[in-house]
């Protein structure tokens, strides 16, 4: 550790590792060094919590195990990355989506989470539809609201509370202006 | 982080996990370490780490269930690093984490710790 704290001379291309320019380096280096080491782990309260909430009320956790968890969450999502960024890199795509993930867990053993993961992420993305449409829909007017929103039911097509909308969308699709229904 | 509080009314409908509140575990966080897992890692959806933020949690709860299923054996009520070891151990989809975890291990893994603060009152 080099100190150079209160020195003006020309330190400025300094050996450091990081390639950083400071000129008080000595303790700031340091921590720096300390901030990237804590880039690569979650917050240890966010897991400790996570840890307690299915742990009976009586039970403790000791420092390391929670470290050592914050290391095995860190290895598990790297792990997961790399499979899902393999297969994104084979398929010629530049970006890991969620689904690429899901894919991934499942395929790494994970099948217990894959389901829950793709049905909270299709509803993330459903949310995520309703949203966007939602903003265009008001800065557009009111009316634009209804068959908007009725696009949108349209492209969800697993879901099955929007079969009303669904139907009212195939109506428009087959020209029928008038609300008649085939007997 | 600017997304949490827009989320936060997706996460308390409750509906999918039932619990209230916004993403448990930080997505520029998770983001990072996505990204330093490897070179070909550039580009990241949006959505990519909020998946992550449940399967993380989905990761942690289990891997905990099974580290106290150890604690219990031993008859302690401390959860401890040795315990998350042999969960690991035991557990065919933890093998990825075995070479980090017998790294940190203690030598003595028999069930005799060193640093125990409660004896099973084995005397």
Redesign the interface.
Known sequence: MVDNRGNSSNNISSDSREGFNYNFAGDRHHHDELVKEQ?????IA??G???K???PP?????K??K???Q????????????EA??K??KEKR?????D???WA?ST???D??SE??K???H???E??GE?AQQSKANSGGEDQRNEVVAVSAATASTTSSSTPLMKFNMMNERGNSSISRRY | MRQAG??SG?MMCG???GRTGPH???LA??K???K???E??????G??P???S????????????R??AT?LQGKR?????D???SA?MAT??FD??VS??SE?ASPSEDGTLPEEEETAGSS
Request: with cysteine; aromatic share 10%; net charge neutral.
């Open positions: 880039d690569r782990l979650l917050p966010n897991v919590r996570i840890m909430q299915i742990l009586n039970a403790k956790i000791s390391e195990a470290e050592t968890m290391e095995c969450v860190s290895e598990f999502i790297s792990f997961v990355t790399g960024s393999d994104c890199h530049k970006t890991v989506n969620g690429d993930i899901c867990l790494l053993g994970f217990d989470y829950p993961l049905r909270y992420l509803r993330f993305r949310l995520e949203k | 827009k989320y997706f509906g999918i996990s448990s575990l930080p966080r998770i990072k370490i996505m330093k897992s490897g070909d890692v550039k580009m990241i959806s959505e990519a909020i998946v992550f449940k399967a993380c949690e989905l990761f942690i709860e289990e891997l905990t269930r580290s106290w604690t009520r401390i959860l401890h690093k315990d998350v070891a690991v065919d989809i990825f984490l980090m975890v940190t």
